[in-house]
């Protein structure tokens, strides 16, 4: 089955802006004086060092990204490898978990850089409401956050140019006596001590250059992939380790060591000297900025990573939720929230130390899928080959090895808890799915209760039966007991009240009788059962509380009109209060077998419940078929009724399993949910439809519902309202959920 898509929109320009000003951000302002303050001078060659290192890397990526261009990034080429099992979900988690705390660090570059007009400002709580922000945005569109991505991107680099070009050739700009005062780090100190500190500043720094791969995180959003990943791609990384390169020389060359060594506003330092009109509240508007188009980047690679685990059902499927907007508003939610957790951490070292390890221990994963492909696809469409193959995976292998191995001990020891915390949690999960698919197909098999039926006329008990017995058949030790309710009401004499029971008998008797041979034709154990109470609803409810073994009730519509707002309906009564599963049947004639049933399908677990009993009532063999229809209000377009056809297969699969052949699918316009239903049913020679109750079935005017009442009344062919039992809690968190969608 195809996958559910999200929409390409993004164009070469929004991608370059998208790598490019989503990797220049919270690092640059906020770790220069930090990487400084470990390798001093030579924090220039750690920077141009750590572009080389990426480089590699990034070459590596353009071709995975052109090869697979769909949302993912790394998750997607280790499943493609090495199978969609373990490894899948670390890589997949540990990207995501690692663009969190990305745009978490980001946030806090913002609060900080904006910390420069409002010194008061308090920091984390800056933070979270940014990242609420962005999130908010993201929920309506990617186009609207491409968009802000590239004018606030080209505002950046504008100032940074400025910026190198006045600290170079200005008064109060770079000097080399400044610029060597930091040289002082290295002294008395061995070699290997001196390359251990260049290493360790690039380990600080390398999540200076994580951008790069949003882009092929997004690769599914991006117009013409095989151009523009590549191009976004290299062009974001060359300008980035320009920038960085630049950037980086003259403030070491303009701010003494002493002041600048472990400094959060290192350019601002800077900028002061050398721009002192309006450098500093210029350079923190663009701290402001930068920090800002970091965060929307990694927030927007972590909820397509989010996506792209849910889809592959190596996460829940909740997080594949897609808006009105085809957004992953479940997974934006979701990150959202864990990127404001780790933001009061406020901690930017260790932030950073964990965001680098992280994409590091992904990306080498990444690294080592490419031969693995080229091996197991050799003859795949390439539009972009690595130059220079197998060079580039070993020194991107060995990079990765490099800087994870001199990153910080207690961030890599938090990644070493992370891991094993994911490993444990996967290993559980899959037990868990292991042991869930294993009950409930051996309670589709054993069975081991009973079906209530309850039918005051022949013709509809007949129908009923029939309906009933084929959902016994698949399932053993199941019998049908046709149940009759003996109103006995207080004021009833004590000697009426045998002859009562008495003539409900012989009309149990006669029903029982007229369907017995369609339960012995089937094989199905079928048995009558009499039950005084005061009311019908009484009675039925007395038997289910008494009797666990009861698995579905069973009702007929009258064919006369009911009093919706009598104070004892029937109907309503059971459907909102009974603690099993119900089902309600309106007859107007039915063939045994059936072989063509039509189920309305919503996201709702009455609907799931309407598909499980359509699927069970058609019989292998019949040449029958389920028709699983999905209306869509108003005028669409393709993309937009393949992606609602996708859903519909998703929930078929979550409620059956795998799509069973008996399953069609139809997507249909229309201008009102009724008039869909009603034109299918009229056009398609339906014998049955199944539909789900709707959940204001509490309303006062109706019994399931607005348009359940209104197609009972309508709709030609036989018709059969189901509702499945929820708790009262379940029911209350659909509600809620539901709201939210909306």
């Known amino acids: 089955m195809a996958k559910r898509k999200l929409k390409r929109q993004l164009t070469l320009l929004q991608v370059i802006m998208l790598g490019t000003a989503g990797t220049i951000a919270a690092e640059i302002f906020v770790l220069t004086g930090h990487v400084a303050k470990i390798a001093g001078p030579e924090s220039v060659l750690a920077l141009a060092l750590g572009g080389l290192l990426t480089l590699s890397i990034a070459l590596n990526y353009c071709e995975l990204a052109t090869t697979f261009p769909v949302t993912g990034g790394a998750m997607t080429y280790v499943g493609e490898a090495f199978g969609k099992g373990w490894l899948m979900f670390l890589v997949g988690s540990l990207d995501c978990l690692s663009s969190t705390f990305y745009a978490a660090l980001s946030a806090v570059g913002f609060a900080i850089s904006l910390s420069i007009f409002i010194p008061s400002l308090p920091v984390i709580p800056v933070a979270i409401a940014v990242i609420v922000i962005i999130g908010a945005l993201h929920i309506r569109g990617v186009t609207s956050a491409g968009n802000l991505q590239v004018v606030l991107g080209a505002f950046m680099l504008v100032v940074f140019g400025i910026f190198i070009f006045k600290g170079f050739f200005g008064n109060g700009g770079f000097s080399l006596p400044t610029f060597l005062s930091g040289r002082q780090v290295f002294e008395n100190q061995s070699a290997f001590a001196h390359i251990g500190r260049m290493l360790s500043a690039i380990a600080l720094a390398y999540n200076a250059y994580v951008g790069f791969e949003v882009i092929a995180d997004d690769a599914e959003e991006i117009t013409k992939p095989s151009r523009n990943i590549p191009v ?430 008996l399953i069609k699918f139809k997507v249909r316009t229309t201008e009102s949910v009724p008039d869909g239903i009603l034109a299918e049913c009229q056009e398609g020679n339906y014998e049955l439809m199944i539909i789900g109750a709707a959940e204001e079935v509490l309303a006062p005017d109706q019994i399931f519902g607005k348009l359940d009442d209104y197609l009972m009344e309508v709709v030609p062919c036989s018709m059969m309202v189901v509702r499945r039992y929820q708790t009262v809690r379940a029911l209350w968190m659909r509600k809620q959920i539901k709201r939210i969608e909306q």
Request: proline share 5%; hydrophobic share 50%.
């Open 232 to 661: 976004g791609i290299l062009v974001s990384l060359l300008l980035t380790t320009l920038i960085y390169s630049s950037v980086t020389m003259v403030t070491v060359g303009t701010v003494p060591f002493a002041e600048l060594a472990g400094s959060d506003t290192a350019l601002t330092d800077a900028a002061s000297r050398f721009w002192p009109s309006i450098g500093v509240p210029i350079m923190g508007i663009t701290g402001i900025i930068a920090t800002l188009t970091s965060v929307n980047s990694a927030m927007l690679s972590a909820t397509r990573e989010a996506f792209s685990l849910s889809r592959d059902r190596v996460w829940p499927r909740q997080f594949s939720r897609l808006s009105q907007w085809r957004t992953p508003w479940v997974a934006v939610v979701m990150v959202v929230l864990v990127s404001a957790l780790v933001a009061a951490i406020g901690i930017v070292d260790f932030l950073s130390f964990i965001s680098s390890a992280g994409y590091m221990f992904v990306l080498f994963w990444a690294t080592l899928a490419m031969p693995r492909l080229r091996k197991k696809f050799p003859d795949i469409q390439r539009p972009f080959k690595v130059p220079l193959y197998p060079v580039t995976v070993i020194a991107a292998a060995l990079a990765g090895l490099l800087i994870i191995s001199f990153a910080n001990p207690k961030a890599l020891l938090f990644l070493g808890i992370v891991l094993a915390f994911l490993s444990v949690a996967y290993f559980i999960s899959k037990q868990l799915k292991t042991r869930q698919d294993l009950n409930a197909r051996l309670e589709s098999q054993e069975g081991g209760g009973r079906m209530l039926v309850a039918a005051k006329r022949v013709t509809t008990a007949r129908n009923l039966v029939n309906l009933a017995a084929q959902l016994v058949n698949q399932q053993e030790d199941t019998a049908i007991c046709l149940f009759t309710v003996v109103k006995t009401p207080i004021n009833l004499g004590s000697t009426d009240v045998p002859a009562l029971v008495k003539a409900k008998k012989q009309e149990q008797h006669k029903i029982l009788e007229a369907v017995n041979p369609i339960a012995m034709q089937q094989n199905v154990p079928i048995y009558a059962k009499l039950k005084a109470a005061s009311r019908v609803e009484e009675g039925i409810f007395s038997e289910l509380n008494r009797h666990k073994d009861v698995n579905l009730v069973m009702l007929g519509y009258p064919n006369k009109h009911i009093k919706v707002e009598s104070p004892h309906n029937i109907l309503k009564e059971v459907l909102m209060m009974a603690n099993r599963d119900v089902a309600v049947f309106r007859d107007r004639g039915l063939p045994n077998p059936v072989r063509r049933i039509l189920v309305p399908v919503g996201s709702g677990p009455n609907a799931r419940l309407a598909l499980q009993m359509a699927r069970d009532i058609v019989l292998p063999g019949t040449e029958g078929e389920v028709v699983a229809l999905r209306l869509v209000l108003g005028e669409a377009d393709e993309e937009r009724l393949e992606d609602e056809e996708l859903q519909v297969h998703e929930i078929v699969e979550q409620e059956l399993g795998e799509t069973d052949s």
